[in-house]
């Protein structure tokens, strides 16, 4: 069914954009291929200088979520250049300090928890709040989070409380802009991905490997995935979703108890060494 979609001339600003493989490069790709116009925005001069090839003759906005005030500006001057009113918002940012490796969640560093839920939960707020005038009346916004929030990798660190944050906070936005308006929220809740961001975490690549066994297709997660995604949640043919999370993770939440893991797990090797790390550390104790 041709543009089944109906993204066809539409605008929607996209936040996040780093590189070819960043989530927000490929669903503002797929966006631009279904014949919607994209205004993008990027964290720094220096990150826009760096697209230079990739985003030649495209609108592009700097916008340091960090920085107080910054969303209000943003707004006003994607308004100011003529983009709006805005069909969709895709909210694509997240940072977390593990410049000295990873601790202990209770060993967490006030400024760095602080700083990662200002960059990557608050900022969805914010910059809802300065786009709610130059929002379409039926606006979707879209932000990408992660598939489980029971207890993420040790590998994640305090990320997982601040993506329970910004799921949460989805939720709530979408209750709050009900009371006047249409825009929906939502959020793509994504398996783990190959990234440039992702390659920063330590140890990230034992996660990422073992989560794409623990997948019913025993195939990893594709970014272009979780942009077809957030394509449905940005368009008029998902109106009846709002406030929801859609886990996008080839069936890796729920395959706990897959054969060829337990076997694995289970090897008299493991198993045994396991027993003595027991041992060692009941004689320490």
Known sequence: MPDFLQLTGKTFLVLGVANRKSVAWAVAKALEGEGARVVYSVRSEARKKSLDAQLAGKPVFVCDVEQEGAAEQLAVAVAAAGYAPLHGLVHSLAFANYSEGLQPFHATRRRDFLQATTVSAFSLVELAHAFKPHFAPDASVVTIGISSLLVTPDNYGYMGPVKAALESAARFLAKSFSAD??????VVGSGPLKTSASAGIPGYLESYLYAEKLTFRKRALATDEVASVALFLLSSRS??????????????????????????????????????ARVQKSDIG
């Open 239 to 276: 109106s009846g979703i709002n406030g929801a999370t859609l886990a996008v993770d080839a069936g890796l939440g729920l395959n706990y108890f897959d054969q060829e893991i337990i076997r694995l797990a289970m090897r008299p090797e493991v198993v045994n060494q396991r027993r003595e």
């Open 181 to 186: 308006s249409a825009v929906r929220f939502n």
